[in-house]
């Protein structure tokens, strides 16, 4: 067992996020890329249909709009379902900002709703209070984490049953099940980013658009092309939010490994979870039984807040996230903010958030000396 010494501690730097690839993996992409280069192809390349075969597979959805990257994707989504100026849309509290920035994109106002303590993702209660009270348009559920919602089902069913559209922001789920099926499948309309960090990353910025319906794809797969119905007819005002045939390379490339991926992510998150007692001050959090993560983050709930942990953790070489730091309806940039809540659960546990290093292909190593530190600091057993 490594005792974090000064030598250790000098030799450590255990990042955050590193992302680490097979061997012979970038070899082969810069191959492709060579050769996409040679023949000019750089928009609508056979790459990009080799993606979208490779994607429908591995998600089981029924259609993949590629967009330009995961916001854009949500604002495709979202005027596609019919969503425009004035509509108010129900978003957690608890979210990335882009998540908000892409409802005030398209002429909608926000109303942010308040997470559940027991799996840190929209409260379904809440939910459905702010539905009859606010009358929204749309509900833009995120599956934070590489989780979801343990009643995803529920938000489902309530938003068939109060017929509003239900826009899944799964830019964090790439991979993740819920009750054993992967949560691209049955999602009326969902979205998805290829950010460099994500469970399934470009190199670069891109996205990407899952739904049920031939139609909806069609609208959507127009909405990110300039509104296009011919090569100069338009007949809807749109985005140019293509994804270009080099990022199609990277993810077709990457989708070869993706399940390997995950495995490794989540076999490291076992590994915390097994060799650390759960005790106050650190508490690591677990996924609801109904879904199998990804392994996108390692969350624990700190009992003090994130910057003195954090800062004791890099003493030892290691680095943390705190993902995300404050609730939505506390951003400057929220103007207004409408929020329903009840014990406001994203303000008492946002800053305490800690997320420890997590990404493919850790080492047993790596993932002890984390353990050995946290013991070090008096942080579990
Ligand atoms: C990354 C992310 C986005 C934004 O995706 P981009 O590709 O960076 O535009 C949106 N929502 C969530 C929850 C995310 O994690």
Redesign the pocket.
Known sequence: MPNPSKSLLNKTQIPFIELRTEPGFQTQVQERWREALHKSQFIGGPALTELETKILDFTRAAHFIPCA????A?QIALRAVGIGVGDKVLLPDF??W??YEAVVNVGALPVMVDISPLDLQMDFRLCERAILEHKPKAVLL?H?YGWCSKDLQDFRDLCTKYQIPLVE?A??AMGTRYLGQSVFQEAQIATT???PA?VLGAAG???GIFCHDAELASLCRKLSNHGRAAHYGHDQIGWNSRLDEMQAIFLSESLNHLSDRIDSRLASEKFYHQRYTTAMPLKMLTCPPEIRGNGYLQVSLAHTSYQELSGKLKDFGIGTGNVYPSPISAQPGALNPILVSEDRVTYEIAPRIINLPLFPYMTTVELEYVCACLRKLGLGS
């Open positions: 990257n995961g916001t854009d949500m979210t990335f882009a998540t995120v934070l922001d830019a964090q980013s290829f950010y994500k910025d891109a996205g």
